[in-house]
């Protein structure tokens, strides 16, 4: 919630996560961008994903291992839609698109 609180969504790319956030806009790179660097300061296992959603638009979202499962956190999702509970927390098994993606890190 924190990551979307940070953020208006938008569509334009401000070209890097310092950008982003000095604006207080975003795209879906840098929610996950900022999520995944959030997540990792605080021993979170996560990983930044990339692929295609059910509009056939790029996406970016993440991935959180808890207690040896995999689950999705698609912070900028549950904020353009104001459902963040459709969007995070949710097993990769039930996110669509997950099987088309890339695995990316922000560092």
Known sequence: QYVADTFTYDYVDHGNLTSALNAGVSNCEWYA???YILASICGIDTSCRTGMNS?????AWNTVMIDGQELVVDVSSGDYNNRMDLFVLI????????EKYDTWSVI
Do not use: K, L, V, W
């Not at 509009?55 to 996406?59: A, G, K, V």
């Not at 097993?91 to 997950?98: A, F, L, Q, V």
């Open 33 to 35: 961008s900022y999520f």
């Open 55 to 59: 509009r056939n638009n790029y996406h």
């Open 91 to 98: 097993p990769t098994s039930e996110y669509p698109g997950i």
